[in-house]
């Protein structure tokens, strides 16, 4: 079994200023998948980046990236000019890798809330 | 569809009552997946749909939560005889195929209340 652990249970940054939120994981699996989500107070669960363990180029969209170090299991979000609508609960979830095609559901850690200050 | 859709968005039902909550999976994905957001336990999986094979149960709290998918589409989670600690927000996901590298959907949820 695996599990996620998000260690800042809150965060308040300025607004435009750059932000990050920590993750760690832990698992016996060489191969799986990493997300960020966020979920606003509308609740809705929304994807924010994901990175392939396998790959070492840490993934990028937008104004989010991550820092991923696979050896110490780390898994950081980077929100670069923040904005008032970032504001919302930020999630890391794993997801193990399956070969052979195949999925079961996300382990997520707890949560991580952002407030951008305006 | 847009995305996915959760009906209903809020249930307020009695102790030992029973309960249905519904799913409309996007368009096409056939990997539907649910969830549970509680305050005490965090996110949890539930349970785990891909096309008409048999689901992933593993995660399901109790002989009490079961789940239906028709047609390969559209999903009901059933609570029967609901305790307060059932209490949570149910979400939905679903992906284009049953596989951990597709990225999973998520519907806004249904809040429950068991008074």
């Known amino acids: 079994a695996q599990t996620v652990t998000q260690s800042q249970p809150e965060m308040s940054v300025q607004e435009a200023e750059t932000v990050t939120l920590s993750c760690t994981y832990d698992?016996?699996?060489?191969?799986?998948?990493l997300f960020w989500y966020k979920q606003p107070p509308s609740r809705q669960m929304i994807l924010v980046i994901r990175?392939?363990?396998?790959?070492?180029q840490n993934a990028t969209e937008n104004r989010f990236s991550v820092n991923f170090q696979k050896a110490a299991k780390s898994f950081s979000l980077k929100i670069s000019d923040s904005q008032l609508g970032d504001t919302a609960m930020y999630f890391c979830?794993?997801?193990?890798?399956?070969?052979?095609?195949?999925?079961?559901?996300?382990?997520f850690g707890k949560g991580t809330h952002l407030i951008i200050q305006p | 569809g847009a995305g996915v859709s959760q009906s209903p968005s809020n249930k307020v039902t009695e102790k030992g009552k029973d309960v249905e909550l519904r799913c409309d999976p996007i368009?096409?994905?056939?990997?539907l997946y649910w969830y549970r957001q509680s305050l005490g336990q965090g996110l949890e999986f539930l349970i785990y749909?891909?096309?008409?094979?048999?689901?992933?149960k593993s995660g399901l709290p109790s002989d009490r939560f079961s789940a239906e998918r028709t047609g390969g589409s559209v999903s009901t989670l059933t609570i029967q005889r609901t305790q307060q600690e059932d209490s949570a927000v149910y979400l939905c996901?679903?992906?284009?195929?049953?596989?951990?590298?597709?990225?999973?959907?998520f519907g806004p949820g249904t809040r429950l209340l068991v008074l």
């Open positions: 979830a794993f997801m193990k890798r399956y070969s052979g095609g195949g999925a079961d559901g996300l382990t």
């Open positions: 990175q392939e363990a396998y790959k070492q």
């Open positions: 996901a679903s992906s284009l195929a049953g596989q951990s590298k597709m990225a999973q959907y």
């Open positions: 749909f891909q096309g008409n094979s048999a689901p992933d």
């Open positions: 368009s096409g994905h056939t990997a």
């Open positions: 698992t016996s699996e060489n191969n799986y998948y």
